[in-house]
């Protein structure tokens, strides 16, 4: 993958040669990193939340990619983004995604020699996860 930083957004290469972008929606309570093809059409997003009662803690919760991209590896350049950014801003990630699980258990140990730190997930955090996701499904 190459990326080159913007305002919020990272250029990428996926696993076919194709120009991705991947963004930052910076919202709340649930915001996402998401990817788009060049043409702007959204294919993917991994979705965290931040801590309201642990400062500087991203709970990363949801990550998906539409099915018809699969296996270019825009799910693994979602979490390496998302990732580099939580060093950047100084953020503990915390995995309740299964794929960001997997990821840290395979790559933990580079994620933390490159500045990065994380911690395995708890019931509160699960719980808030769960709340609002909840919350946010009511309200549509």
């Known amino acids: 993958m190459v990326e080159t930083e913007g305002a919020m957004s990272w250029d990428a290469i996926d696993r076919t040669g194709a120009a991705v972008t991947i963004g930052l929606e910076d919202a709340n309570p649930i915001g996402a990193y ?4 060049r043409d702007g059409s ?13 400062a500087g803690e991203r709970i990363f919760f949801h990550t998906e990619v539409d099915e018809q991209y699969g296996g270019r590896g825009l799910a ?3 979490m390496r983004v998302a990732l580099a950014d939580s060093i950047r ?7 309740v995604c299964p794929l960001f ?3 840290l258990k395979a790559h933990g140990d580079e994620f933390v020699a490159a500045g990065g730190a994380f911690r395995r997930p708890n019931r509160d955090d699960v719980a ?6 909840r919350a946010r499904r009511d309200d549509t």
């Not at 959204?42 to 642990?54: H, M, N, Q, T, Y």
């Not at 808030?128 to 996701?133: E, H, I, S």
Request: glycine share 6%; aromatic share 2%.
């Open 76 to 78: 693994g350049a979602l």
């Open 42 to 54: 959204p294919v993917g997003r991994a979705e965290f939340i931040d801590s309201p009662e642990v």
């Open 89 to 95: 801003r100084n953020l503990t990630a915390v995995p």
């Open 101 to 103: 699980a997997r990821h």
């Open 34 to 37: 998401t990817v788009a093809l």
């Open 128 to 133: 808030l996860v769960t709340r609002v996701a």
